[in-house]
């Protein structure tokens, strides 16, 4: 079901879930047909009568506020990243096949693709990086102090002494 999701990239060093790949693993067990409002609409672009007559492509609504298995937090995230219509809806589409059922499964998978995204909290800088940042700043501000100096130096011996 999910053969476009990399979970060897998702759950790589450098990123991280919330809390586990557990969690993210039940959460995309709830994103089912049931969950959405399905609309099959007719397809545009080359293909002769087919596209016609058939309505493959998939107009998928998803309401995020109705979404009580999703935490309130990954929620928020979700309308923040996304475009969200005034009735609080990701609408998402897909008409990338001639089938509808094909086209189902990519919209679903779109849709688990934001979730998974809206779920990641990036980790932070490691203790060795930390360290390095704040010799940068000591010397930073070492030489801001020393260069405040000479500068006080030189305006000093401007001055007229009598």
């Given at each position: 079901m999910?053969?476009?999701?990399?979970?060897?990239?998702?759950?790589?060093?450098?990123v991280?879930?919330c809390?586990?790949?557990?969690?993210?693993?039940?959460?995309?067990?709830?994103?089912?047909?049931?969950?959405?409002?399905?609309?099959?609409?007719?397809?545009?672009?080359?293909?002769?009568?087919?596209?016609n007559?058939?309505?493959?492509?998939?107009?998928?609504?998803?309401?995020?506020?109705?979404?009580?298995?999703?935490?309130?937090?990954?929620?928020?995230?979700?309308?923040?990243?996304?475009?969200?219509?005034?009735?609080?809806?990701?609408?998402?589409?897909?008409?990338?096949?001639?089938?509808?059922?094909y086209?189902?499964?990519?919209?679903?998978?779109?849709?688990?693709?934001?979730?998974?995204?809206?779920?990641f909290?990036?980790?932070g800088?490691?203790?060795?990086?930390?360290?390095?940042?704040?010799?940068?700043?000591?010397?930073?501000?070492?030489?801001?102090?020393q260069?405040?100096?000479?500068?006080?130096?030189?305006?000093?011996?401007?001055?007229?002494?009598?």
């Open positions: 999910l053969k476009n999701i990399n979970f060897k990239v998702c759950f790589s060093g450098f991280r879930f809390s586990s790949k557990f969690e993210i693993k039940e959460i995309l067990k709830n994103v089912t047909k049931d969950k959405f409002t399905i609309r099959m609409v007719k397809s545009s672009g080359p293909g002769g009568q087919h596209v007559k058939t309505n493959s492509k998939v107009e998928l609504r998803f309401k995020i506020s109705d979404a009580t298995w999703l935490s309130e937090d990954l929620r928020t995230k979700l309308i923040a990243q996304n475009n969200v219509n005034k009735n609080g809806e990701i609408v998402v589409s897909s008409d990338v096949d001639r089938s509808q059922h086209n189902l499964e990519d919209a679903i998978n779109k849709i688990k693709k934001k979730i998974i995204k809206a779920s909290v990036p980790e800088p490691s203790e060795e990086t930390q360290d390095r940042v704040n010799s940068y700043k000591v010397k930073e501000n070492e030489s801001r102090i260069n405040k100096k000479i500068h006080s130096m030189k305006k000093f011996e401007r001055k007229d002494v009598e």
